[in-house]
């Protein structure tokens, strides 16, 4: 009898934990640049910013300043902390307390700052893209320093830190792809030259593919760290990328944003892709993230309409908050 209830209580345990690490997914956190609900001279205007949930948008709590302009965010752990840098307008702010408090590391030359990325083997090194060009901190944000030597254009949208190789950088530009092989201390075009990135991702396991979305030209993909580059276009109706997403699980599958014409997926990396856009009302897509831990869990930002959610990988989308809000990014962490 002794050993079937040990058994028992083992199998308990075990189904438990598995539960606990792997069926809960981690917290989803969205900024929100405005909302079409502002209004002049009002007191009520409703709160912008930084919001998270855990439970798919059934509630959410607000972080920081209640009428930030802002962009994007990352967070990292520091011992038992959580911090967070936030792209603003007004620069950089950064929460070292879980979201609690939160202050401007950057000076007044550091303005639009639009994603920040977080050294994985230091979080105390932190690099900035604004449209003046990348800046870093090696210090948490006490400092900043210029590291714009060898960039075509300075207005960059979003910086890359390889996950294998900290002193590798990727950018994009106004005018193509930029790679840095120092830590930002000199940077080289690689690619696509003369084209306006929108945004530029790396997959989280293959670090060899990266795709970027441009203004006018779609979606090109490099499978060789950057050295070569490929138009994927089949199957889009619109070229203009704002947005793009892996699916961790399977380097095949991407989502794209666009402007005006919805939601994109390639199940083939790029090489055809098919319009997603059952239940959307809006088709102008910011942000798109799948779930680490369920790839049938699909969450888009839109611009002024908020958060939706797929939980068919991309067949259906469902409203799940922060009405009329402009969606510029979303992490789950």
Not at 29 to 52: A, E
Not at 62 to 71: A, I, L, S
Not at 215 to 231: A, C, M, P, Y
Not at 267 to 285: C, E, H, M, V
Request: glycine residues 10%.
């Amino acid at each position: 009898m002794k050993k079937y209830y040990w058994i028992l209580l083992l199998l308990i345990f075990s189904t438990s934990n598995f539960q606990s690490v792997w069926a809960k997914s981690g917290k989803l956190y969205v900024v929100t640049r405005s909302t079409k609900k502002f209004r002049l001279n009002s007191r009520g205007n409703p709160t912008v910013g930084l919001f998270s949930t855990d439970n798919k948008g059934k509630t959410w709590k607000h972080y920081g300043w209640k009428d930030t302009k802002c962009f994007s965010v990352s967070t990292a752990k520091i011992g038992m902390e959580q911090i967070f840098y936030l792209s603003c307008g007004n620069g950089v702010q950064k929460s070292e307390d879980g979201g609690k408090s939160w202050i401007i590391t950057t000076g007044w030359n550091i303005t639009e700052c639009l994603k920040t990325a977080i050294d994985p083997q230091n979080p105390n090194i932190v690099y900035a893209a604004t449209a003046y060009g990348i800046f870093k901190t090696i210090d948490g944000g006490k400092t900043w320093i210029e590291k714009n030597k060898g960039l075509i254009s300075t207005f960059t949208p979003t910086v890359v830190i390889d996950q294998n190789d900290s002193n590798l950088l990727f950018c994009a530009t106004e005018s193509g792809v930029h790679r840095s092989n120092n830590a930002g201390d000199l940077w080289e075009p690689i690619g696509l030259l003369g084209l306006g990135i929108r945004t530029l991702i790396q997959h989280s396991k293959d670090l060899n593919i990266l795709a970027v979305g441009t203004e006018d030209n779609g979606v090109f993909i490099s499978e060789d760290h950057g050295k070569t580059w490929l138009q994927k276009i089949n199957g889009m109706t619109n070229k203009t990328i704002y947005a793009l997403t892996f699916a961790p699980q399977d380097q095949n599958i991407i989502y794209a944003g666009t402007f005006r014409s919805g939601i994109f997926k390639s199940t083939d990396r790029g090489k055809s892709w098919q319009a997603k856009n059952n239940g959307l009302r809006i088709l102008d897509i910011h942000a798109l993230l799948v779930d680490p831990k369920n790839i049938n869990t699909v969450y888009a930002g839109t611009l002024n309409d908020g958060i939706w959610i797929s939980e068919d990988a991309g067949e259906s989308w469902q409203f799940i908050g922060l009405e009329t809000s402009q969606v510029w990014d979303m992490i789950i962490w």
